[in-house]
């Protein structure tokens, strides 16, 4: 794939994070850059090979944009804004008597995005990916690490699409037309894998977490899981049943959490109690 090559003195700063900056265009707004920080070359390159494949299955996502270069060497990616958009956190937070329609909208997403069948050639198993992370994970001990691998291994084959990094910041809507976001980490395999972490962000995460990530109280993003399960899972089957079931795979995260702040996560590692007793 071949970088267009593109002058930043057409952009404006708009923002920054971990792996780079976002620009705006001048002479035009609704266009945004993504742009990596100086020697990450193959993070782009892969994002957007990545972005066409998921986009091709007929995933709603919106249209992966161009592969760019600057003058100084950095790697990017351009695309349209989704003018009007909202996400399903920002949107029950703004209007959290309507909690019960947005929970059931998202579930409704996911539910499509779960019967979707993939090419296993084409992306990473939601398996492989655990035991890479379990493989890298320093805070579990020998013996901690082969009941997790076990209990990874006893999960159910599945060749559906996953997103990756499921929560409801990472769907949005405009009018009638819904969309998932930041699908960086799309794979396959077991639904359970995508449901924990729907779960973390509902019912695991802390007070202030919840607020700063997904603008509202904990309170009301647990009631969001609460009007989401009946959903995804069907109403006749018990809360207390459904969270027995998905509260592991949202433990399973503390592989994630734990390698990026470098630090053991005792608040999450709680949902694993039933794998490591």
Not at 212 to 219: L, N, R, S, V
Request: net charge negative; charged share 25%.
């Amino acid at each position: 794939m071949e970088a267009l090559p593109i002058s930043l003195n057409d952009y404006v700063l708009s923002g920054g994070g971990f792996n780079g900056e976002s620009y705006d265009l001048k002479s035009d707004p609704s266009v945004m850059l993504k742009l990596y920080f100086p020697g990450k070359i193959q993070q782009p390159l892969d994002e957007m090979k990545l972005a066409r494949k998921v986009y091709d299955l007929g995933i709603p996502t919106p249209e992966p944009g161009e592969y760019v270069v600057t003058e100084d060497g950095r790697y990017g990616i351009r695309f349209r804004r989704i003018l009007g958009k909202k996400s399903y956190s920002r949107a029950t937070g703004d209007e959290p008597e309507k909690v019960a329609q947005f929970a059931a909208e998202f579930a409704q997403m996911c539910r499509q995005l779960h019967a979707t069948h993939v090419d296993t050639t084409q992306f990473e198993n939601a398996k492989d990916r655990n035991y890479r992370l379990l493989a890298e994970n320093p805070f579990f001990s020998t013996a901690e690490k082969d009941k997790l691998a076990r209990f990874i291994a006893d999960t159910p084959d599945a060749d559906t699409a996953l997103h990756g990094d499921l929560q409801y910041s990472n769907a949005i809507f405009v009018g009638d037309k819904r969309y998932f976001i930041d699908l960086g980490d799309f794979c396959y395999g077991n639904p359970l894998f995508d449901l924990g972490q729907v779960y973390l962000c509902c019912y695991l995460s802390d007070e202030t977490f919840i607020r700063e990530t997904f603008h509202m109280p904990k309170a009301l993003a647990m009631r969001f899981w609460d009007c989401f399960a009946p959903v995804y899972f069907g109403a006749g089957i018990p809360l207390k049943e459904i969270e027995e079931q998905v509260r592991p795979y949202a433990g399973l995260k503390t592989l994630l959490i734990e390698r990026d702040t470098r630090c053991p996560m005792p608040e999450f590692r709680e949902a694993l109690k039933t794998i490591l007793q």
